[in-house]
């Protein structure tokens, strides 16, 4: 747990234990003792000391502390800033998906790079890029986050990759799977029907 160990003090230390991890830790961190150069470079540091010690020192806080902790819902400042930032880039990005996909993927690579395990983040970057006219890039990074997480949103993302890029018989199954996996998908019904519409792809209805 993050706070017992920026005090380095166990979970079960005393009142007085913690006041004196801390006390301890403020008098080599505090800016009142440092250059003014090392002050503002390790006042995030005292910052979090600090926040640390304001929650462990009350039993009330500290037990509501461990429990969120245990239940794995706690996050510190930093993370909660981090993912209200890819939050905010993601839907910027869905925001000029359709109508300036060049922009949409900037903000989408941006989220993308913050959280590189967040196969949505993955998928409409790869989106945006095929939108854009870069395929090998988009086309990969729509396969992966298709792959690593079978939903009907990201194969609804891979069916439009493969329509923009010509490929209507691969646009069609993966339309055909999100409509498997959601078959109230209202997006992939109308997709479907433009596909049916289409003159590259007709053929493979008539064989159906």
């Given at each position: 747990?993050?706070y017992?160990?920026i005090?380095?003090?166990?979970k079960?230390?005393?009142d007085d234990?913690?006041k004196?991890?801390y006390?301890?830790l403020?008098s080599?961190?505090?800016?009142d003792?440092l250059?003014?150069?090392k002050?503002k470079?390790l006042?995030?540091?005292?910052?979090?000391?600090?926040?640390?010690?304001?929650?462990?020192?009350d039993?009330?806080?500290?037990?509501?502390?461990?429990?969120e902790?245990?239940?794995?819902?706690?996050?510190?400042?930093?993370e909660?800033?981090r993912?209200n930032?890819?939050?905010?880039l993601?839907e910027?990005?869905?925001k000029?998906?359709?109508?300036?996909?060049?922009?949409?993927?900037k903000?989408?690579r941006?989220a993308?790079n913050l959280?590189r395990?967040?196969?949505?983040?993955?998928?409409?970057y790869?989106?945006?890029l095929?939108?854009?006219?870069?395929?090998?890039?988009?086309?990969?990074?729509c396969?992966?986050a298709?792959?690593?997480?079978?939903?009907?949103?990201?194969?609804?993302?891979?069916?439009?990759?493969y329509?923009?890029?010509?490929?209507?018989?691969?646009?069609?199954n993966?339309?055909?799977?999100?409509l498997?996996?959601?078959?109230n998908?209202?997006?992939a019904?109308?997709?479907?029907e433009?596909?049916?519409?289409h003159t590259?792809i007709?053929?493979?209805?008539?064989?159906?």
């Open positions: 747990m993050e017992f160990e005090l380095s003090v166990t079960d230390a005393s234990e913690i004196k991890a006390y301890k403020a080599q961190y505090h800016p003792h250059s003014p150069e002050a470079q006042l995030p540091y005292f910052l979090k000391i600090t926040k640390a010690y304001l929650t462990l020192k039993t009330t806080t500290r037990n509501k502390y461990i429990r902790c245990n239940l794995g819902i706690f996050e510190d400042d930093q909660r800033d993912k930032s890819r939050k905010k993601f910027q990005g869905m000029y998906l359709l109508g300036d996909p060049v922009r949409a993927s903000y989408f941006k993308f959280d395990e967040n196969q949505t983040f993955k998928s409409y790869g989106l945006s095929i939108l854009s006219g870069r395929d090998n890039k988009g086309l990969d990074l396969l992966e298709a792959v690593n997480e079978e939903t009907a949103e990201h194969y609804f993302n891979l069916a439009k990759c329509a923009k890029l010509g490929k209507y018989k691969d646009a069609l993966h339309t055909k799977k999100v498997k996996l959601d078959r998908h209202v997006r019904r109308s997709f479907m433009e596909l049916k519409n590259g007709r053929k493979f209805f008539s064989k159906s």
